[in-house]
């Protein structure tokens, strides 16, 4: 067996244009992040739990991603990319004292319990509205600040209050290390 990255590579060299990747999105995070770096279609026939990718993006089961395959339909999406590592689904920030920088035109300087998400395609679990927001082809990314549920008698959060911006960059700087997970990972 081959590491992934040099299969992909040594494939692109001998002229194929299209990866399909057999498996959950455990399978299709770890090719994207090759793939995104070479000038291929990517596809995805969803085998096993946890595919939430490939629902959100409509293939709902391994039939229909081999019906879609071999219709030939392809359709360029956005990805976002956070520190040399690609995403096509989202990035949830831990809590913790941070400031976001979008577009350098604002600062969020968010609560230290608020739950931070970035998201590209409609997050499967959120209590918030979110219409009009999360089109994987409109060129836009889209940060989620949800209040954390209330932890004291005193303080109320609304279930479905928070924030939806959309923006092409940003930056988030923390003065502590902060664990981030990408598309899951």
Not at 96 to 110: A, S
Request: hydrophobic share 40%; with cysteine.
């Amino acid at each position: 067996l081959r590491d992934t990255n040099q299969l992909l590579v040594d494939e692109v060299k001998n002229g194929i244009k299209t990866v399909i990747v057999v498996g959950n999105d455990k399978s299709f995070a770890e090719v994207i992040n090759i793939a995104a770096k070479l000038d291929v279609t990517l596809g995805i026939i969803p085998v096993g739990p946890n595919n939430k990718i490939a629902t959100t993006l409509g293939v709902g089961s391994s039939e229909e991603a081999c019906n879609i395959i071999a219709a030939r339909i392809v359709e360029k999406v956005d990805l976002g990319k956070a520190n040399g590592i690609y995403f096509l689904s989202s990035i949830s920030v831990a809590s913790g004292n941070l400031t976001i920088d979008c577009e350098n035109k604002f600062r969020l300087t968010p609560q230290t319990e608020d739950q931070i998400s970035i998201c590209n395609l409609k997050p499967l679990l959120t209590t918030m509205n979110h219409s009009g927001h999360f089109n994987p082809k409109d060129g836009w990314l889209e940060i989620i600040i949800e209040p954390a549920a209330a932890k004291s008698f005193f303080k109320k959060v609304a279930v479905g209050q928070g924030s939806v911006i959309p923006f092409k960059e940003l930056a988030i700087r923390s003065r502590e290390s902060l664990p981030v997970m990408t598309d899951g990972k």
